[in-house]
């Protein structure tokens, strides 16, 4: 208790059932240190490194670490309480049972990270690098994410909610059994990203770009684009209630099996679009661009269009129109 070490080298240790408070460690170094049973608070870590340092069935509070690099870092059944991370550098990280509350955070770097079990409540994130990851059992509350970088990441069985990302980057991203709601991004550029088992609700997505993404088996409600572009988008066996789109452009885009209730779009765009068995149901449309569009066994019911263009546009296959009203309509072909 109330204890300042620095130059502080620890190695082959193992400390169990152990407390800690007030501590700060400044130029320290560990190497095969295993900390266990432990109960920590107000424990400072300044300009370190570690190698195979573990924790294991402890609690740590008030933590601050800045300017630290860890290779073969892991946290089993750990409870991590209004701690601060800043300029740290994960290399082969694995979490497994952690629960994380009102953490803040900036600057971490987090290279071939393994977590089962991570919960985050409250947590506020900014300028953070993935890459390599896989998660699981993962569930986040009130979290926000300011520049958010994920490469090669993959996670299955996650749940979110009240969960805000704002400029963020995803490449080769995948989600396998995702849930979230109350869900806000803005500035988002997402490169190859496949999503299966999704459950949305009160979802919004702006200043959005998305290139080569395919979504299966889709459940939405509230789910809302502006000024968003999708490129090279595949989307199936979708089921999605109050859809919006606000200047929003697509290309390449392919539906299959989806079924939309109640859509509004504002200068929305389409190019290249092949949509099959799939209904739009209720769908108030203003300014919308419609150019090489082959629809079959499309259902439209209820449509209110008012200054739509389409150009080149086929319907095939048993396709239906129904309760359709056109003003300021320019088709050609």
């Known amino acids: ?3 300042f070490a620095p130059n502080y080298t620890g190695i082959d240790v193992v400390i169990v059932n152990a407390t800690a408070k007030n501590v700060t460690f400044v130029e320290y170094a560990f190497s095969n240190y295993s ?3 432990a109960e920590s608070s ?3 870590f300044f300009n370190g490194t ?15 670490s800045r300017g630290a690099t860890h290779v073969n870092y892991t946290e089993y059944d750990v409870k991590l309480l209004n701690n601060t991370l800043t300029n740290v550098l994960l290399a082969n990280a694995t979490y497994v049972g952690v629960l994380d509350v009102d953490s803040t955070y900036d600057n971490v770097s987090v290279v071939n990270l393994t977590s089962i079990g991570y919960e985050s ?3 506020s994130m900014s300028n953070i690098f993935i890459s390599n990851s896989f998660s699981a059992n993962h569930s986040s509350v009130d979290t926000t994410y300011f520049n958010l970088t994920k490469i090669n990441a993959t996670t299955e069985n996650s749940s979110y909610a009240n969960y805000t990302v704002v400029n963020g980057t995803y490449v080769d991203v995948t989600y396998r059994n995702m849930t979230s ?11 190859n990203a496949s999503l299966s088992s999704v459950r949305l609700a009160n979802v919004s997505y702006a200043n959005y770009t998305s290139l080569h993404a395919v979504v299966a088996n889709l459940v939405g409600f509230v789910i809302a684009y502006e000024n968003a572009t999708k490129i090279d988008f595949t ?7 109050n859809l919006t789109h606000l200047n929003t452009t697509s290309i390449d885009c392919t539906l299959v099996d989806v079924d939309v209730f109640h859509m509004t779009d504002v200068d929305d765009s389409s190019e290249n679009l092949f949509a099959v068995n799939s209904s739009f149901e209720s769908v108030e449309s203003t300014n ?7 629809l079959d066994g499309v259902w439209l019911t209820r449509i209110a269009s008012l200054n739509a263009s389409y150009r080149n546009v086929t319907f095939r296959r048993r396709s239906y129109v129904s309760e359709a009203t056109f003003s300021g309509l320019a088709a050609e072909g």
Do not use: F, M
Request: proline share 0%; glycine share 10%.
């Open 1 to 3: 208790e109330n204890v």
């Open 35 to 37: 900390l266990g049973d």
């Open 42 to 44: 107000g424990v400072s």
């Open 50 to 64: 570690s190698v195979n340092y573990v924790v294991k069935s402890s609690i740590q509070s008030g933590l601050v």
């Open 121 to 123: 409540i409250n947590a």
């Open 181 to 191: 709601v109350n869900y806000k991004s803005s500035g988002v550029l997402s490169i």
């Open 235 to 241: 989307l199936a066996n979708a089921s999605i209630g």
């Open 288 to 294: 919308r661009t419609l150019v090489d569009a082959r």
